[in-house]
Every structure is written in structure tokens, then in C-alpha cells.
């Protein structure tokens, strides 16, 4: 009753239209997520449909959004993994080729398949292409998502300028978050995920140290070290990145 009685104040108009817009944000499918450790169930349960590509590339097989997959990179098929052959959306964080690998997403492009990439970066992809702009925010098969700005502080190779991103997205109700290529930019700290994917590898993105910093502000529920085994970093890197953080970090097995 205490916490009824503090609110005699506030009229009931306000707190109708309060009410009305978290009901509102909620229906979008831009839900908060919940903060803090999870019992050993919620983890496998959350994970289990999590697959990383090696290097970047990540896979979500979603039960009703379907397969989601980000910066698909020497991959030989997705079949095996999910039991699809395509994906029903593909996002590109940016135009390297690590990144944005026309190759690759043609092993995975159906014809219903939506790719979604930075402005700037649709040149000589086929099919159905949706471009974002950091802050953009999108549905595309089903699947919410919106983009965040990722860039280096301090480095040259991925310009703030240049306008690439990294993607909140929500599928099967669980908000993911995949950092792309960056470092621990201020616009990121204040993202809302469950599941994060933050690179590790340091040189061309933040370190282990950084990327655990950032996973600390950001509070998921589970962190993934991804930017590793390929090309630069380690599995040292993946160690430490789980060594400094506060949440549940789950290393996957390249797949």
C-alpha cells in the first residue's frame, strides 16, 4: 500500500499515457532486457541456438523468426547447422571483405532472403537489400533490428565517417547484439541485450580488455568473444575476455 500511496500525486491521465507507451515500446519488440546471472538452464537454453561462423560470422536459428546470420565469412553452408540451406535474413555489419563477402552470402541467399548493409555497401549484391544508417531501425522478416554505430577511436581502419554499424536484433523474444568491427565507442554502452558479441582479437577492433569493459557496461545476461582464431587473435584473447568479465561468458567452438 506504501507504494500506492506515493503515487496520490500523479494524475491518472499521466499515468495512463506512461502505461500506454511501455505497452507500445514492449508490442514493437523493443523490450529492456533484465541484467544479472542466470541459473545454468537459462544459459543453455539461450545459447543453444547460437552458432558462431568462426571469425565474425555468427547464426541464430530462430524457431518462429527463423535464421538470422551476421558477416557470414569462409563458411561452407549452413545446412548442417540449422537444417536450412538459406537464411531468411543476412546483416552486414561493413564493407570489408572479412565482413562483406558477396561469396559467401550467395552460399546462404534465397530468394526470400533479406540482406541488410551499411549505406554504401549494397555495390554488386544481388537480391532483396535493405541499407541502414547508424541509429536506423528496421523489421525485416520478422526479425527487429537496429543499427549502432561502430567505428575506431584512435585507428584508421574504420572511420566513424564511414558510417558502419553493429546490430541490436530480436529473435524468439531474446535481444542479441553483434559489436561488428570497433572499438568500445561510447554509443554502445548504453545498449539493452541478453546475449552480446563482442570482438576480442585487438589491432583492427578492441582488445579482450576493452571488449570485457564494455560487456560490464552493457550487463547481458551472456557474453561471446567473436574477432578470433582468424586472421588475429586467439584463443588467449577468448580466455581473457572471460576472465574479466562480470556476466556468464560462453566461448563457442567454430562451427
Not at 113 to 118: A, G, N
Request: glycine residues 12%.
Amino acid at each position: 500500500m506504501a507504494g500506492v500511496n506515493r503515487l496520490h500525486a500523479v494524475s491518472r491521465p499521466v499515468l495512463a499515457a506512461v502505461a500506454a507507451g511501455l505497452l507500445g515500446f514492449a508490442a514493437a519488440g523493443w523490450t529492456q532486457s533484465k541484467p544479472g546471472k542466470i541459473s545454468k538452464q537459462e544459459v543453455s537454453a539461450m545459447i543453444k541456438r547460437v552458432h558462431w561462423l568462426g571469425h565474425a560470422g555468427i547464426l541464430i536459428a530462430g524457431s518462429k523468426a527463423g535464421v538470422v546470420v551476421v558477416d557470414p565469412y569462409e563458411i561452407g553452408g549452413i545446412e548442417k547447422i540449422c537444417g536450412k540451406k538459406t537464411a531468411d535474413v543476412i546483416l552486414i555489419t561493413h564493407g570489408h571483405q572479412d565482413h562483406l563477402s558477396p561469396g559467401d552470402i550467395e552460399k546462404i541467399r534465397g530468394e526470400k532472403t533479406v540482406v541488410v548493409v551499411p549505406r554504401g555497401c549494397e555495390a554488386g549484391l544481388k537480391g532483396n537489400i535493405r541499407t541502414v544508417t547508424p541509429g536506423a531501425k528496421i523489421t525485416v522478416g520478422g526479425v527487429d533490428v537496429e543499427a549502432v554505430p561502430a567505428y575506431n577511436i584512435g585507428k584508421r581502419f574504420h572511420p566513424r565517417e564511414k558510417g558502419y554499424v553493429g546490430y541490436v536484433f530480436i529473435v524468439d523474444g531474446v535481444r542479441y547484439f553483434h559489436a561488428g568491427d570497433c572499438d568500445a565507442v561510447p554509443e554502445m554502452e548504453s545498449v539493452s541485450a541478453d546475449v552480446v558479441f563482442l570482438p576480442v582479437g585487438g589491432t583492427y577492433t578492441m582488445t579482450a580488455a576493452e571488449a570485457a569493459g564494455l560487456a560490464n557496461a552493457i550487463k547481458p545476461k551472456i557474453a561471446v568473444p567473436i574477432h578470433w582464431g582468424s586472421i588475429v587473435g586467439s584463443s588467449a584473447d577468448a580466455e581473457t575476455f572471460k576472465k574479466l568479465c562480470a556476466c556468464e561468458v560462453q566461448i563457442l567452438n567454430h562451427e
